[in-house]
């Protein structure tokens, strides 16, 4: 990390896995230390963001190509890039996303089969180069993620997104490609149990972020 910059922290995680709700209960913990933080949200963050993510999660899309999603999920995350997430870091505040490329990785380049090659080279031009100081990836059985997902949505009345009703295979691909990448890198990517309560979910990924945290 940069001397001066803030630190970028993002979540990662299959659908039920808990990652919204460990997000939120850091970014919690984080402004009760004091700390200044910017909560972000793919796709979305932006306004205009936010009007992409209708169109990606919206289940009478399902004529999307995998090209055409991976193209919408990078210039929603372009926009939220330059117009939130840097302006935030430069300003030295931490920043915490509700997934970044990874997700683009595992979703559009594992699931999808589009490669990685390609998710990166729309990277290099989306986000130039900027990539998290730290991601946490809440790890849970497909399975199990799928039922929590398909739960909630009926305990809450909200409609299953495009991407819930996707077969289990597909986020079976996307879960081993979030393996792959804690593979290759280690020291970014931290896969984290998130089979146990949500307050011991809660106190490993609090271990493992408050680490990382500039010395006040």
């Known amino acids: 990390m940069t001397k001066g910059r803030g630190v970028f922290i993002t979540f990662e995680g299959n659908e039920g896995s808990g990652k919204s ?23 979305g963050g932006s306004p205009i963001g936010l009007k992409v993510r209708g169109i990606l ?13 991976l193209l919408l999920m990078f210039a929603a995350r372009a926009q939220n890039v330059d117009q939130w997430i840097l302006p935030a870091l430069s300003a030295g505040r ?3 996303s509700d997934r970044f490329t990874d997700s683009s990785l595992a979703y559009q380049g594992a699931g999808r089969g589009l490669g990685s ?21 809440v790890d849970i059985d497909v399975e199990e993620g799928l039922h929590r997902a398909h739960s909630r949505n009926r305990d809450t ?11 289990v295979e597909f986020y079976k691909k ?3 490609a979030y393996h792959r990448i804690a593979e290759e890198e280690p020291e ?6 998130g089979s146990p309560s949500i307050d011991a979910v809660a106190d490993a990924i609090w271990a493992i972020v408050s680490a990382r945290l500039p010395r006040t």
């Open 21 to 43: 709700t460990q997000m939120r209960l850091l970014v919690e913990r984080l402004r009760a230390e004091g700390h200044d933080v910017l909560e972000s949200q793919e796709p």
């Open 174 to 176: 996307a879960r081993a």
């Open 57 to 69: 999660l919206d289940p009478a899309n399902s004529e999307l190509s995998p090209t055409a999603e």
């Open 157 to 167: 009345g909200a409609t299953d997104t495009r991407l819930d009703e996707e077969a």
């Open 94 to 96: 931490i920043v915490v």
């Open 117 to 137: 090659e390609i998710v990166l080279e729309t990277d290099r031009i989306a986000c130039r180069g900027l990539v998290p100081d730290l991601t946490i990836c």
């Open 188 to 193: 970014r990517f931290k896969l984290v149990d």
